[in-house]
């Protein structure tokens, strides 16, 4: 009685079981036959009250079929009932269909197809598509051996030409190919660690609800000096004319010095960790030219120095 009641849950599960449906098929690949019958009557063994007449599963495989192949089984659904080419059941559908779009020598193809294979990534991903093609061929497993081994990559064909013992099944090849293939993808990538190590970064770490700080652009003055925010702007023409010809400071503004020798450039420098920018004669040039002081010499300034003398006066 349990054993009943258990074999009548697992049919209720198999029933309520819903696969997603296959993709249509065009006919215009016939390698895609198969794999799309194959999905079909999967779909019809998952849910077997959904598909319990031929009609259905017949209807059914017909919706699926797209283009030149929805075309065709129009035509062969559409002949009338006394009809004896006209299929009724899904299995005559399925003869119809693969008489008209599958392969009229798939052994060949098969043969055709497993030579050209070559491995192009894992040997796990090489074998999956070589067992695709291997039962269809009708070769026993010293030849299927052969082919194997000749669509590996060279390193693995060199060290298999180098192997004193034969393997004596395809499983064995396989295993042992599997295995060095994976050694040497680990060996390939220690050598490239090796020769690219990761730098460890290091980051500040900060407050919690804390921003980020913006680095405050540093401004100099035309001997190199840091300029403190808006301590002081640029000089107007009429400012500039006015100090040359009362011997003012161009920094400060005040009598007695020169801007070289200004006491408040000093003690800004000296606030500001003596920040100096590096020498550039093109640079230095050009900010003398917006200073104004084109035909001056940097070094004796005729309009300060007769201010200074004017005042030990």
Known sequence: MEALKGSTQTNDLIKDLKLPDPDPFDGRKQFELEPFLFQCENRFSAAPRQFDTEEKKIRYVANLMKGNASVWVQAQLSKPPNDTTKPTTYDALKTAIKAAFGDPDPASTARRRIRELKQA?????????????????????????????RGLKPHLQEK??????????????????????????AFLMQRYQDRHPTRPTYQEPRQNNSRPQ????????????????AARTKLTEEEKEHRKKNGLCFYCGEKGHMSRDCQKRKAVNSQTGGQRRPF???QRVNEVQVLGLEDQDTESLPDEESGKEGIQA
């Open 121 to 149: 990534g894992s040997v796990a991903d090489f074998y999956a598509k070589f067992q695709t093609l291997a039962p269809k061929t009708g070769w026993d497993d010293q030849a299927l051996m052969d082919i194997f081994a």
């Open 280 to 282: 550039n004669p093109r």
């Open 160 to 185: 298999l030409a180098n192997r004193e013992e034969d393997h004596k099944t395809l499983a064995e090849l396989t295993e042992w190919a599997t295995k060095m293939d994976n050694r040497h993808y």
């Open 214 to 229: 913006t680095q405050e652009r540093v401004r100099y003055d035309k001997d190199g000096d840091v300029i403190m925010g």
